[in-house]
């Protein structure tokens, strides 16, 4: 299959999509965390809208990448720029890698977490969050190197598409 020279409008709405969802995600879980506690300690559930609001969040951020992996193994992606070093393309590919395994691990420890009452899922789930946050300002920092420091078209190709 011929790599594609840029991103469709599908695949750029699906970015910033699930990157806006995930953000949200990360800034409103307290309601979450409360409900869950609550749950756990046999308590009764009162307050709900914020615990079933990130719930909403985390499954349609599971649905949205599966329909952005099916696409991408469809369509594919552009490739690498070669004016970059190549130990920085792999640290990129592996960002990238980690942040696919993260919109799918976050959602599904989370709903282990809650419809099945696994603690063991909610703590993988709260790892899970330390450790995304990093990723994410390894990625963004790296969008803005490719950018400034590379002077390429990788962001700008993941704000207009090439369909």
Do not use: C
């Not at 009764?44 to 990448?65: C, N, P, V």
């Not at 590919?93 to 603690?119: D, K, R, V």
């Amino acid at each position: 299959m011929a790599k594609p020279t840029g991103y469709s409008r599908l695949q750029i709405f699906l970015h910033w999509s699930i990157a806006a969802l995930v953000v949200f995600q990360l800034f409103f879980n307290q309601a979450m965390q409360h409900a869950f506690s609550n749950r756990l300690d046999g308590e009764r559930l009162e307050q709900f809208d914020g615990a079933l609001l990130h719930m909403i969040a985390g499954l349609t951020i599971l649905a949205l990448a599966i329909v952005r992996v099916t696409i991408r193994t469809t369509r594919g992606t552009p490739p690498a720029h070669k004016n970059i070093p190549a130990i920085l393309n792999w640290l990129a590919h592996g960002t990238h890698m980690l942040l696919y395994g993260f919109i799918f691990a976050m959602p599904l420890t989370g709903a282990a977490a809650w419809f099945l009452g696994l603690e063991f899922a909610a703590e993988l789930h709260e790892i899970g969050r330390l450790v995304l946050v990093p990723v994410i300002g390894f990625h963004v920092l790296g969008a803005l190197a490719e950018h400034f420091v590379f002077r390429n078209n990788s962001l700008k190709r993941m704000l207009r598409a090439t369909d």
